[in-house]
């Protein structure tokens, strides 16, 4: 009998360290999974605040775009000719101080419907690759606009160039907005 009661008090002794074990485990396991819950939600706090502040930003600029005076964009002139050499000296300015000598510009056939006047033209010039991204940055955002609308651009085939990057040929088409103005008489 007392062999059936010491195996029966080192059976519940067994199962009562089991039990502990497995509740330590458990707490553990829980503990993790609270603290991995409170990290989580304080990432999704932080992401909403980001987000509802981008949404706010946008609105912003897209209210500051509607009500925006887009008259700094036009090329102002007294007719379509003094518009045309505005915006071509205007290009060939903006070509000179990237380095670019402009090997023509000459207007095109304006084949845009847009809502406004435009003019457009087409660009060919010779330069090296290095060139073209200060040149493009600069017209794209220049005031009053020009918008490059087809890029054509083929590399140079030259043994000689000692230049790491090569030599291209650009033809570019591009439109600028216009309003005309006459003088009144």
């Known amino acids: 009998m007392d062999l059936m009661r010491n195996k029966q008090a080192l059976m519940v002794g067994f199962i009562l360290i089991v039990t502990i074990a497995f509740g330590a485990f458990l707490l553990s396991g829980i503990s993790s999974w609270r603290g991995n819950v409170f990290d989580l939600s304080a990432s999704l706090t932080s992401e909403r605040h980001r987000l509802e502040q981008s ?15 887009v008259s700094r964009l036009l090329w102002e002139a007294r007719q379509t000719a003094e518009a ?13 101080n990237a380095g670019i000598k402009m090997r023509s510009i000459a207007p095109i056939q304006n084949n845009h419907q847009d809502s406004f006047a435009s003019i457009s033209f087409r660009l060919e010039f010779e330069a090296n690759l290095v060139l073209l991204v200060p040149f493009l940055k600069e017209l794209e955002y220049s005031q ?22 090569p030599d291209i040929f650009v033809q570019l088409e591009v439109t600028a907005p216009i309003i005309v103005k006459p003088v009144p008489q």
Not at 84 to 96: F, L, R, V, Y
């Open 55 to 69: 949404v706010a930003r946008l609105s912003n600029e897209k209210n500051a775009f509607q009500t925006d005076d």
């Open 84 to 96: 045309t050499a505005k915006i071509q000296s205007g290009i060939n300015n903006i070509a000179g």
């Open 144 to 165: 009053p606009a020009v918008v490059v609308t087809s890029a054509h651009i083929r590399r140079l085939a030259r043994p000689t160039t000692t230049s790491t990057h």
